[in-house]
C-alpha cells in the first residue's frame, strides 16, 4: 500500500508527469498542411493538434499551395502562410530551373496575404539561377520572407542577394558546423536559423555548451520548428513540442522565450 501510494504520490508530483514546462508558448516557425494529410486532418483538427502541442502560432507551407490558405483562411490570427515555388513534388528540385514559376507566384499571391516564400528546397550549384534572382526580386517587392532548405553553398548565395531580406535557414543547415553558423549569423544580420531536425542540439537530452553558448549569443535569431513533412509527424507534434520544450528550458527564460515564440512574432507580426 505504501509502495502504491508513493507511486501514486510521484506520478501527480510537477516535474514528474511533464518533464518541460507546457506553458512557453511555441511559434512554429516549420508547419507544413500538405495534401497528404487533408483527409485524415481537415483544419479544425489541425488546430487543435497545434493547440495541444502549445503552437499557438505557426509558419505553414504546404504541396500543392492550398494547404496553407485553407489553414490560412480558418485561423488567419495563428496561421503565416508561405508559399513554396510550385504546386507539386515533382518540382521540388527543378522549381529554380523552370520560368513558369513567376507566373505561378504572382497568380497565387494574389490570393492571401502571403508572408514569406519558401518552404524551398535548393542545392548550391542551382542558388544562382536566374529564377532563384526573380523570386528574390519578388521578395523584396512584396516584403515577404525567404525560408530556405539549402546547404552552406546556396545559403551564401542566397544570402548574397538576399542580404535586406530576412533569410529562414530551414533545419539550420541539418549538420553545418556551429562556427560556420556563427560567422554567418555575424555577418548577415537577417538570417534566422530554424532548428527542426538540427543535429547536435542536444546530448542526453542535455543542450550541449556550444549550443548554448550560440543561442545565448545569438538569442534573436534562432526559431523553433517541428517539419509536419510526413502525417507521421502530424501524430508526433505534441511530443515533439514537449522534446524542444525541454532543451529550450535549458536556456535563460528570456532567451528561451525568444526562440520558442518571440523572434518569430516580431518577425510575423499578426495583421489586421
Ligand atoms: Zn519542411
Request: no cysteine.
Amino acid at each position: 500500500m505504501r509502495l502504491f501510494i508513493v507511486l501514486l504520490m510521484s506520478l501527480f508530483a510537477p516535474g514528474q508527469i511533464l518533464a518541460a514546462d507546457p506553458a512557453l508558448e511555441i511559434f512554429d516557425a516549420h508547419i507544413h498542411y500538405s495534401s497528404d494529410v487533408w483527409d485524415k486532418l481537415p483544419p479544425q483538427r489541425v488546430l487543435e493538434l497545434l493547440t495541444e502541442a502549445g503552437v499557438t502560432r505557426a509558419l505553414v507551407s504546404a504541396t500543392p499551395g492550398e494547404g496553407a490558405e485553407r489553414l490560412y483562411r480558418v485561423a488567419p490570427e495563428r496561421v503565416v502562410p508561405f508559399l513554396r515555388p510550385y504546386a507539386s513534388h515533382k518540382q521540388r528540385y527543378t522549381w529554380s530551373r523552370d520560368a513558369g514559376v513567376m507566373d505561378y507566384l504572382h497568380a497565387q499571391l494574389a490570393r492571401i496575404p502571403y508572408r514569406g516564400i519558401g518552404e524551398f528546397h535548393l542545392s548550391g550549384e542551382d542558388a544562382r539561377n536566374p529564377v532563384v534572382t526573380d523570386v528574390v526580386r519578388l521578395a523584396r517587392e512584396r516584403d515577404l520572407a525567404l525560408h530556405a532548405h539549402t546547404d552552406v553553398t546556396g545559403i551564401q548565395a542566397l544570402l548574397a542577394q538576399a542580404p535586406d531580406i530576412p533569410v529562414i535557414w530551414a533545419h539550420g543547415g541539418f549538420d553545418v558546423l556551429e562556427t560556420t553558423l556563427r560567422d554567418l549569423l555575424a555577418k548577415h544580420k537577417h538570417l534566422y536559423i530554424e532548428l527542426s531536425f538540427r543535429e547536435g542540439l542536444t546530448e542526453a537530452g542535455k543542450l550541449t555548451p556550444v549550443w548554448y553558448q550560440l543561442m545565448t549569443d545569438f538569442p534573436r535569431r534562432f526559431l523553433t520548428g517541428m517539419d509536419t513533412y510526413t502525417p507521421g509527424r502530424w501524430v508526433e507534434l505534441p511530443a515533439l513540442a514537449a522534446e524542444a520544450r525541454g532543451w529550450l528550458q535549458q536556456l535563460p527564460q528570456d532567451v528561451a522565450q525568444a526562440i520558442a515564440y518571440g523572434n518569430a512574432a516580431r518577425l510575423f507580426p499578426v495583421t489586421k
